[in-house]
């Protein structure tokens, strides 16, 4: 399914070749996120995933960059997580070479000019406007400051005013310095290109200057909160809400049953929480569960848009619905579903360049090694009923369950704690 070359210089390099393929994606992955952050950086490695397009050596300004993408009908994008931040570009088969000039460009010779500082500010600003503005996506970083309070990983990616509106020159350059390095990079060719052709032009284009890594992460350690409970007061038409506990991390071999629990609780259309909570009783439009994990630690949650009047019908719905996994096993008929669904849906996006790099890429990156496909399958394939049920035993305990809120309930404090620890 890929090759895999490891350079002198700690860079990997992973090919994923599909000779009938018509795209092709080059997708380069850092281990630069927030959670390489101080306090006083906040929001650094965001605004960074910005600068990197705005000007270097040979596309020198962002009109330059934007329109050698654009020449050959390509797409091209970033993105910065909690533990890595991505670039890629994406074009028809025979316009590869443009793919890795641009990136490496823009990756190693970055000029960050001061001028365009200025002007990306106010972009990110509005950006994060825009955020705050939207509960659906808000509501995910309230929860997630809830659960990693006191620690780099409650950082939300796009950072606070403060940091935004005085960040340097000088802060983007320490930051690549630190973590824009080999060893803490990985080159993912996806599409019609050949393990042979992908080495030389990563050689040709990805010069990187001699460092090394000088960041590392704090390890996180779960701490249950105080007060497992946040609300967000704001006139809303609807309440937005997450459910959740502190779950497994990316390296524990318990991952596969947890993807499986969460797509037959709430995953799809045919869900526990789709079915009870949507269906039979009217309370939301969306709902869903899902899970979140990183290098040493994660998170199980379900999030919905309910009824305002019936928020509290819909907490102790949810609850409901957590507890019966805690208490009684799923049936054999729900995991064998639960199982299709899952491979099912991996299987139509593996039809993609840009997953198929993403897929390879992020196990590279965070585990240091990668799990074919038919080995992702197999694992699938080997989670029983019993391990679905002890894993829900052990996460779900009551104890351990938060919730955060947005919507016009601060004088509901009291209210939705009881039921949250019912």
Known sequence: MFAQKNFSNGLRLLTAQSQSAQSFTLLILVGAGSRY??????????????MFFKGAEKFKNAKEVAQAIDGVGGDFNAFTGKEYAGYY?????DQKKIAFEVLSDMLLHAKFDPEEIEKERGVILEELNMYEDMPTYKIGWDFEELLFAGHPMAYDQIGTKEVIK????????????????????????????????????????????????????????????????FIREKKTEQAHL????????????RKYAESVLAVLLGGNMS???????????????????????????GIFSTRAGVDITRVEEAISAIIVEYEKLRTQAPTEEEVI??????????TLRMEDSEEVASFLGTQSLLLGEVETLEKYFSQIDAVTVNDIFALCQEIFAPEKRSMAMIGPFSEKQLVFQELLQS
């Open 242 to 253: 997450v459910i959740g506990f502190p779950s497994i991390a990316h390296d524990d071999p």
């Open 89 to 93: 570009v994406k074009v028809s088969s």
């Open 166 to 229: 005085t960040v340097t020159q000088e802060d983007f350059q320490k930051y690549k310095h630190d973590l824009y390095t080999p060893e803490n990079t990985v080159i993912i060719a996806s599409g019609n290109i050949s393990p042979s052709d992908a080495e030389a032009l990563a050689e040709q284009y990805f010069q990187f200057p001699e460092q090394k890594k000088y960041r590392t992460p704090s390890l996180f350690a779960w701490n249950i909160p105080k007060n497992p409970l």
């Open 271 to 297: 869900s526990r929480m789709f079915l009870n909570i949507r269906e039979a009783r009217g309370l939301c439009y969306s709902i869903s569960s899902s899970t979140d994990r990183y290098s040493d630690c």
């Open 337 to 346: 579903r639960a199982k299709n669904f899952l491979k099912g849906k991996i």
């Open 37 to 50: 952050e101080s306090e006083k950086e906040r929001g650094i490695a965001h605004f960074l995933e910005h």
